[in-house]
Nanobody
Framework: QVQLVESGGGLVQPGGSLNVSCTTV????????MAWFRQAPGKEREFVAV????????GYADSVKGRFTISRDNDENTVHLRMNSLKPEDTANYYC?????????????????WGQGTQVTVSS
């Protein structure tokens, strides 16, 4: 069974940038559509970005479009989320998710595996 191991995150000032990464352990990242979700305190978990496989198509939540970029490094079995122009409202625990379905998926129930989450805090 694949495990998803997240890294990155931390504290950044508003307007700054940050990367979070997710590595698949026990299987190739090319076996999965990979996505990022986030959950802020007191709120439900929400979709952020997705990278499909096969196809390599990407999709983003409206709230992050133009600021966040999802990408893959298949040689390293890793998916990255580059976050630019960060806002305080981007503060959340960011979760990596993997699905065996190869399409743009924005709902949690479509994902089969989840990482443990990594905290991103945007504050001055």
């Amino acid at each position: 069974q694949v495990q998803l191991v997240e890294s990155g995150g931390g504290l950044v000032q508003p307007g700054g940038s940050l990367n979070v990464s997710c590595t698949t352990v026990g299987d190739y990242v090319t076996s999965y559509t990979m996505a990022w979700f986030r959950q802020a305190p007191g709120k439900e978990r929400e979709f952020v970005a997705v990278s499909t496989w096969p196809g390599g198509n990407t999709g983003y939540a409206d709230s992050v479009k133009g600021r966040f970029t999802i990408s893959r490094d298949n040689d390293e079995n890793t998916v990255h989320l580059r976050m630019n122009s960060l806002k305080p409202e981007d503060t959340a625990n960011y979760y990596c998710a993997a699905s065996l379905r190869g399409s743009i998926l924005t709902r949690e129930y479509n994902y089969d595996y989840w990482g443990q989450g990594t905290q991103v805090t945007v504050s001055s």
